[in-house]
């Protein structure tokens, strides 16, 4: 009888990322550097189902690779070739992602050269699991992006870093293994994935009489037998792989002829194929004019296109003539200014491109740069839609009660909180004439998009601020009111902040049964009071008295100055938004940047944008915020 292995979920699991698993290769000698994806939320097919690593922001304990830092060669822990610079998860692709940096002894350099060559593209990470999420066929996962039947990993540990040499599996290019031993090393895997399943020989029947004639029953139910455990291992070893068994099978091949034609059909598959794409000379053209404009009228341009100088000192109207020569073929020697901005504003759209992607680089980074304070503390979120969405909360469920001698349990409720989000398009219109591009006007070009795009900020900015000073209602009651402890009458001291930062601890849950102990991390004031504030926070000891009195607050809470609060003496604590998010903007798709789009119309001589976003401000709870009226 085959032995059979037992196996535990819960055993140290390592997948290979084999496609795009290098993301890029930096082109310096010196910086030695290179960016990983290490692993995807792609179904793994293992022994008890499909396995699927859940990518959300809480699902992943970064602590212990972080922690090792180290980059090893094929899973060997004396093959150090470098280190960890930074992990984190990419809650946008779902995917965990780094950045090592190769040593410079000679082995860490011959893998190096070879991750750079193209020649190594395999990354291994090493994981435990510590939680599952059973989802049954037909049902969806707690978060809602799974379909089972499967099995969720809703909290693990990444804890080993490898370069790999022969990922175990390009499935939809994400290779899978995993291990027996807890401290990483191979083992028996091989062997393991063909004999975990194995059928049990039928035992041959025994008999009483003596005899030189072959049992013929007893061979029928031997090759029987062997054929069962032929057909159940190569089953096995074909779905770990992915690799379809029926023509494995209906051959008659052996156990070890199918292991060698899979290894085989993985190389072949795994080998690295030239791939040359073509490049419009248009579209280079477009890209080195677009990077010289912008660094012309002053924007920072991370990397600039080959060619992007010569287009530096140029004109809009020449570049507007060259535009017109490249696209339609006609010499603008015999033309003038007029007739050039017309021609290269009504052709295939080259320099109304040109001039749009500028203008958008003009607007992103001014919407970024704007000196805001409002994303410090508050929440961030997504609708779908422009419909009103509900966001729940459930309460902390009641506390474990003594079981009787029966062992009964008791069921118990929770109370849900419910707040409403919704979202509306803000935008405006503006537009550069062809005066402007005659007069080489590069300020309308960049200052103008700069305008709207800090202002875009600046509005949500507002919007934030005039929440709390119009003491907006929720629940049927203002957001500060003594009935709900938020509010006081308090300056900013050690007494004062002492006790907004014990009513805050003091808030109950929804269902009103247990403290909640919700700690501030903010102090937000305007800005009369900000040195005041900036003192108090900072010093170790109390600034209002003589005496080397201790401050508990020094270094406690982060200091937010905002010109928006038009009281000089009222001030506010604030949670962090991931504990108790009391304001939440909510965007749509999670888009938060504005749209900036051109606008073709016919009785404009020059060229029209819009810029527009779709954003809410919406407020949530309360337990999370206090408010002082000063003295």
């Not at 602590?63 to 060997?76: C, K, P, T, Y």
């Not at 059928?199 to 005899?211: C, K, Q």
């Not at 099978?249 to 073509?278: F, H, Y």
């Amino acid at each position: 009888m085959a032995k059979t292995k037992t196996r535990n979920k819960n055993e140290p699991q390592r997948r290979s990322m084999y496609e795009e698993a290098i993301i890029c290769r930096t082109e310096g000698e010196d910086s030695r550097q290179a960016e990983l994806s290490l692993s995807s939320e792609e179904p793994c097919r293992r022994w008890f189902g499909d396995e699927i690593l859940s990518h959300d922001a809480d699902a992943v304990d970064l602590s212990r690779l972080q922690e090792i830092g180290v980059v090893l060669f094929n899973h060997d822990r004396d093959r150090v070739i470098g280190r960890v610079l930074s992990v984190r998860l990419d809650e946008v692709t779902h995917r965990l992602r780094a950045v090592i940096q190769f040593d410079e002894d000679e082995e860490s350099e011959r893998v190096y050269q070879k991750v750079r060559s193209g020649t190594l593209k395999g990354v291994s990470v090493g994981y435990s699991v510590d939680v599952w999420e059973e989802v049954k066929a037909g049902a969806t996962s707690t978060n809602g992006r799974f379909t089972g039947p499967c099995e969720v990993a809703t909290r693990w540990t990444p804890y080993e870093l490898s370069i790999v040499s022969v990922p175990a599996d390009a499935t939809v290019g994400v290779g899978r293994s995993f291990t027996e031993n807890g401290d990483g090393t191979m083992g028996d895997k091989e062997k393991d994935i063909v004999e975990r399943e194995q059928v049990p020989a039928v035992p041959l029947p025994t008999t009483t009489e003596s005899s030189d004639a072959p049992d013929v029953e007893a061979m029928c139910q031997e090759a029987v037998a062997e054929e069962r455990q032929r057909v159940r291992e190569i089953g096995t070893m074909c779905r770990q792989f992915g690799v379809d068994d029926a023509k494995f099978i209906a051959d008659g091949m052996s156990v070890e002829g199918v292991r060698a034609a899979i290894l085989t059909q993985l190389a072949e598959e795994r080998k690295a194929q030239a791939v040359t794409v073509q490049v419009d000379e248009m579209d280079k053209f477009r890209a080195a004019a677009t990077d010289g404009l912008a660094l012309r009228a002053g924007l920072e341009v991370e990397k600039k296109t080959a060619g992007a100088d010569e287009y530096r000192g140029k004109r809009m109207l020449r570049l507007a003539a060259e535009c017109v020569e490249r696209e339609m073929g006609k010499s603008t020697r015999t033309m003038d200014d007029e007739t050039i901005v017309r021609e290269a504003l009504t052709g295939t759209g080259a320099f109304p491109g040109i001039l749009s992607n500028v203008a958008h680089k003009s607007m992103a980074q001014a919407y970024q740069t704007a000196p805001t304070t409002y994303q410090l503390w508050v929440a961030h979120g997504s609708n779908s839609d422009f419909k009103d969405a509900t966001r729940y909360r459930l309460s902390e469920a009641d506390t474990l009660e003594k079981l009787n001698e029966s062992g009964e349990f008791k069921a118990s409720g929770v109370s849900e909180h419910m707040a409403k989000t919704s979202i509306a398009t803000y935008g405006r219109m503006f537009s550069i004439t062809r005066q402007a591009i005659i007069n080489d006007d590069l300020g309308a070009l960049q200052q103008l998009p700069a305008i709207y795009g800090a202002a875009a900020r600046r509005m949500i900015n507002k919007m934030v601020y005039k929440v709390l000073q119009d003491n907006t209602k929720i629940e049927g009651k203002e957001l500060f009111h003594s009935d709900r402890n938020n509010l006081h009458a308090v300056d900013i001291s050690i007494p004062g902040l002492a006790k907004m930062k014990a009513a805050m601890a003091k808030q109950k849950n929804i269902a009103g049964l247990e403290y909640l102990n919700i700690q501030p991390a903010f102090l937000i004031c305007p800005v009369e009071l900000e040195v005041t504030a900036a003192q108090l926070i900072s010093s170790v000891v109390d600034p209002t008295k003589a005496n080397a009195t201790p401050n508990p607050f020094a270094n406690k809470m982060t200091v937010v100055s905002e010109p928006e609060l038009e009281d000089a003496k009222a001030f506010y604590l604030a949670a962090a938004a991931g504990v108790a998010p009391t304001i939440e903007v909510t965007s749509l798709n999670g888009n938060l940047t504005p749209v900036m789009e051109r606008a073709e119309q016919f009785d404009t001589l020059g060229i029209k944008w819009r810029i527009y976003m779709d954003v809410g401000v919406n407020l949530l709870d309360y337990r999370g915020i206090q408010k002082s009226t000063g003295k």
